[in-house]
Nanobody, 114 residues
């Protein structure tokens, strides 16, 4: 099982970035994104079920959009109106449909400059 994130980088406040995660190996149910800022605990950003139901952290509602392509086992995070407080390492997360195990990507750094 492998989850590979892409799309991280440096952006100015107010800008946009799109993260992608390519998952392989098994079929996944819920997929999502978490983030961890320096000195803070990892926190949920957004999740999406294989049926398309979404859940967002209050801090990103209205600015971030999660989507997935079940056929390609990919999940995306469109991030708009980025703020310096969005600076963190973003991790892809996916739960195996049959084994119930949660898998993590290695993370990709997003830095939002003010």
């Amino acid at each position: 099982v492998q989850l590979v994130e892409s799309g991280g980088g440096l952006v100015q406040a107010g800008g946009s970035l799109r993260l992608s995660c390519a998952a392989s190996g098994i079929i996944f149910s819920t997929m999502g994104w978490y983030r961890q800022a320096p000195g803070k605990q990892r926190e949920l950003v957004a999740t999406i079920t294989n049926g398309g139901s979404t859940n967002y952290a209050d801090s990103v509602k209205g600015r971030f959009t999660i989507s997935r392509d079940n056929a390609k086992n990919t999940v995306h995070l469109q991030m708009d109106s980025l703020k310096p407080e969005d600076t963190a390492v973003y991790f892809c997360n996916a739960k195996g449909s049959y084994n119930g195990i949660t898998y993590w990507g290695k993370g990709t750094l997003i830095t939002v400059s003010s």
